[in-house]
């Protein structure tokens, strides 16, 4: 059989992983329980997977000069789910609303279309099962310090896109996802009677200055040919409805595509939040944490996956979608090997797969996860025959 046919023929085991993973998710850097269920389950198939990055586990598949690593995260998120079924989380206020349990069990799939023919494989493949991707610093760090790119001369990873009906396939050559930084603004004002503001100074009243000023930054400092997002996510102050509050208190989050507008953002923040709280007599401070650095995939991987896909499904299942403004720590191995990161449309009404990432609804159509299975498996092989650049 193909690997087409491999992956296809493994579709009930890889419901059934899926829906254990998702019936005992588990969040970011404690994926104990999850990493001993891919230990046993690698086991049984003949493989010798190793713990790497506390929760992580790591397993190759073939030997050789050249190698290629595939990643699927592990973690899930603080989240309480609200849709029904069978297999619904059993853990109260955490459940897998991004995915990643079918990302998890796509790689188990790859691992099992790939473990039989170990000895005739043109080189390595190393599968990634990374903990902690929703979590800053992010479990690829981690990973990368271990060594797990070493003997590795190309990576490949995958996540499943809500709005990408199943059966399509999205690539985007170059930057694909944001650098996504946060924020956190302190302003520090004089708190009172509420019937003698001249007696204060009100950090609410400068906050809302602020929160219309950083928005100017977006739309008078950047090229309207570059996207950017600047969004203040919450804002805080006060204890009563009669008392100026002494300290105020907002944060939010920055997205770019571009460094130079990364840092052009962050100065104009600086300078908004020190002058104009001065400018009220309130004292600003401004806290700016880089996240995630944005995805970039490289022009060569790219055109081979899309050849692979072509091949799979057709070419008329390739989509080319505009990046996202989404942070994904992807984009570390993608700083020190060149590969390509995929969006596996999973989309689908009928089975209710058609809420967004993050949302408690979540859910995907399992029918994506064989076709993520021979995508990755495939790309795998191309990867390992790829000439040198």
């Not at 009220?280 to 970039?296: D, I, K």
Request: net charge negative.
């Amino acid at each position: 059989m193909s690997l087409r046919e491999k992956s296809y023929a493994l579709m009930p085991r890889l419901v059934q992983w899926r829906r254990h993973l998702h019936q005992y998710p588990e969040l970011s850097f404690h994926e104990v329980k999850t990493q001993r269920y891919l230990i046993e389950q690698l086991s049984e198939m003949g493989l010798q997977p190793r713990v790497i990055g506390t929760t992580g586990v790591v397993v190759d598949i073939g030997t050789g000069p050249r190698g290629v690593a595939v990643r699927a995260d592990i973690d899930a998120l603080p989240l309480q789910e609200e849709a029904e079924s069978v297999f619904k989380s059993r853990c109260d206020g955490v459940m897998h609303a991004c995915g990643h349990d079918g990302h998890t069990a796509i790689l188990l799939g790859v691992a099992a279309v790939l473990a039989p023919q170990e000895a005739t494989l043109p080189g390595r493949v190393r599968l990634m099962f990374q903990p902690a991707e929703e979590k800053l610093p992010g479990g690829a760090k981690l990973l990368i310090e271990e060594g797990v790119l070493d003997d590795v001369d190309r990576v490949l990873g995958l996540h499943l896109a809500s709005d990408l009906p199943t059966g399509r396939v999205g690539i985007v050559v170059g930057p694909a996802t944001a650098n996504a930084d946060r924020f956190h603004i302190e302003v520090q004002g004089v708190g009172g009677h509420g019937s003698q503001p001249e007696s204060s100074v009100d950090p609410i009243v400068v906050a809302a200055h602020l929160v219309l000023a950083l928005q100017t930054i977006v739309s008078r400092n950047m090229s309207p040919r570059h996207a950017a997002v600047l969004t203040v996510g919450t804002l805080t102050s006060g204890s009563n409805f009669n008392i100026i509050a002494p300290r105020a208190e907002m944060t939010g989050t920055v997205r770019t595509f571009d460094e130079q507008d990364r840092q052009t953002i962050r100065q104009r923040m600086q300078e908004l939040v020190t002058q104009l709280s001065s400018a009220h007599r309130a004292q600003g401070v401004l806290t700016y944490s880089e996240g995630y650095p944005r995805v970039v995939n490289t022009p060569l991987e790219a055109d081979a996956a899309e050849r692979v896909i072509g091949r799979i499904l057709g070419p008329d299942a390739v989509d080319h979608p505009d990046p996202l403004m989404a942070g994904e720590d992807f984009s570390y191995y993608l700083e020190k090997r060149p590969g390509v990161f995929l969006s596996l449309g999973c989309r689908n009404p009928a089975v209710g797969a058609m809420y967004p990432h993050h949302h408690p609804a979540f859910t995907l159509d399992e029918e994506a996860l064989p076709i993520g299975v021979s995508v990755l498996a495939t790309t795998a092989l191309e990867f390992l025959t790829l000439n040198d650049r």
